[in-house]
Nanobody, 123 residues
Framework: QVQLAESGGGSVQAGGSLRLSCPAT????????MGWFRQAPGEEREGVAA???????SYADSVKGRFTISKDSAKNILYLQMNSLKPEDTAVYYC?????????????????WGQGTQVTVSS
């Protein structure tokens, strides 16, 4: 089982930046896909960005050009660099891991989840 622990959330003004981190332990399978998801109050959890074992990435249309997903393979840390933040980016952000993921931004593809970190963007 993969263990995940997000950090780096906080409160920023619109236009600001944050970088989320997610150290991952307990896996070595190159078929793992790692993703970032978010859930705003009263909303369903949605996919933000994902990074597959072969380096392929997927982004939600709402964050393309502003967010970048990356991974330090030596340290097994997943990152999400968030720039030009908007109030609508406010949510709890989760890191997740899945194997043989076909649809990278779909929550049902992932079986291991972190506890989440709050991101609040004020206007």
């Amino acid at each position: 089982q993969v263990q995940l622990a997000e950090s780096g959330g906080g409160s920023v003004q619109a236009g600001g930046s944050l970088r989320l981190s997610c150290p991952a332990t307990g896996y070595s399978n190159r078929h793992y896909c790692m993703g970032w998801f978010r859930q705003a109050p009263g909303e369903e959890r949605e996919g933000v960005a994902a990074l597959d074992g072969d380096g392929s990435t997927s982004y939600a249309d709402s964050v393309k050009g502003r967010f970048t997903i990356s991974k330090d393979s030596a340290k097994n840390i997943l990152y999400l660099q968030m720039n030009s933040l908007k109030p609508e980016d406010t949510a709890v952000y989760y890191c997740a891991a899945g194997t043989y993921v076909a649809s990278r931004l779909d929550t049902y593809e992932y079986h291991d989840w972190g506890q989440g970190t709050q991101v609040t963007v004020s206007s």
